[in-house]
């Protein structure tokens, strides 16, 4: 089960709501519910907003960012009409001063989905919202047009986390997930070789 999907049930419950009675108030259908309580489909961002606005929590915290219902004040009274905002996708890539293609990799999505962002085409997943958000230190409430206060979560104002950093965490996610599915013993020197150049190759660095 995901982060997303646990809170939105643990809600749910706290609200002493069945699936279905969610899915009415909201206007989703009912399997889209359970498939997301049990991590089995992501949240698109109108619906995003839609379990934020019902539950009178922040997005940051449906996605597992903060353990603080809500901190960020919508600039918007339309209850689950606020979109994902490409424009500040756009605004944030150029502070950091990075190229389409540098912000694709960061997220692992290509050059074509960071412009179809930026230009409003299409929207990100879940996981690839909280990336972006990661990337420039700002809420995903930012993000999805719910407030015009930047900050993140747990931000204290002083900027973008270090860009090497960021990689590095990359790689480290990268490595727990083929540990955790494949079932390799990174204490192995011999796999611990082997995933060195699948990561060379992968994230495109240098030794």
Same mark, same amino acid.
């Given at each position: 089960m995901s982060v997303v999907g646990d809170r939105i049930k643990n809600l749910r419950e706290l609200a002493? %709501?069945?699936? %279905?009675?969610?899915?009415?108030r909201i206007g989703i259908n009912n399997s889209v519910l359970s498939r997301i309580e049990a991590g089995k489909r992501s949240v698109e961002d109108h619906e995003m907003n839609k379990f934020a606005d019902f539950f *009178?929590? *922040?997005t940051d915290y449906l996605l597992g960012r903060t353990i603080t219902k809500k901190k960020n004040q919508s600039t918007e009274n339309n209850q689950g009409e606020n979109v994902f905002r490409g424009d500040r996708v756009a605004l944030w890539r150029k502070k950091r001063n990075l190229t389409q293609e540098e912000l694709g990799k960061l997220v692992n999505v290509t050059k074509v989905s960071i412009s179809g962002y930026e230009s409003g085409n299409r929207s990100p997943d879940t996981e690839t919202l909280q990336k972006l958000a990661e990337v420039f230190n700002v809420s995903t409430d930012y993000l999805l047009g719910r407030t015009d206060n930047p900050n993140s979560p747990d931000s204290d104002g002083s900027g973008s986390p270090d860009i090497k950093d960021i990689k590095i965490q990359r &790689?480290?996610?990268?490595? &727990? &997930? %083929?540990?955790?599915?494949?079932? %390799?013993?990174?204490s192995d020197p011999e796999v611990q070789k082997k995933l060195k150049r699948a990561a060379k190759i992968i994230f495109s660095e240098e030794d």
């Amino acid at each position: 089960m995901s982060v997303v999907g646990d809170r939105i049930k643990n809600l749910r419950e706290l609200a002493g %709501l069945t699936q %279905l009675d969610l899915a009415n108030r909201i206007g989703i259908n009912n399997s889209v519910l359970s498939r997301i309580e049990a991590g089995k489909r992501s949240v698109e961002d109108h619906e995003m907003n839609k379990f934020a606005d019902f539950f *009178d929590v *922040d997005t940051d915290y449906l996605l597992g960012r903060t353990i603080t219902k809500k901190k960020n004040q919508s600039t918007e009274n339309n209850q689950g009409e606020n979109v994902f905002r490409g424009d500040r996708v756009a605004l944030w890539r150029k502070k950091r001063n990075l190229t389409q293609e540098e912000l694709g990799k960061l997220v692992n999505v290509t050059k074509v989905s960071i412009s179809g962002y930026e230009s409003g085409n299409r929207s990100p997943d879940t996981e690839t919202l909280q990336k972006l958000a990661e990337v420039f230190n700002v809420s995903t409430d930012y993000l999805l047009g719910r407030t015009d206060n930047p900050n993140s979560p747990d931000s204290d104002g002083s900027g973008s986390p270090d860009i090497k950093d960021i990689k590095i965490q990359r &790689k480290m996610e990268f490595f &727990k &997930k %083929l540990e955790n599915d494949l079932g %390799l013993d990174l204490s192995d020197p011999e796999v611990q070789k082997k995933l060195k150049r699948a990561a060379k190759i992968i994230f495109s660095e240098e030794d």
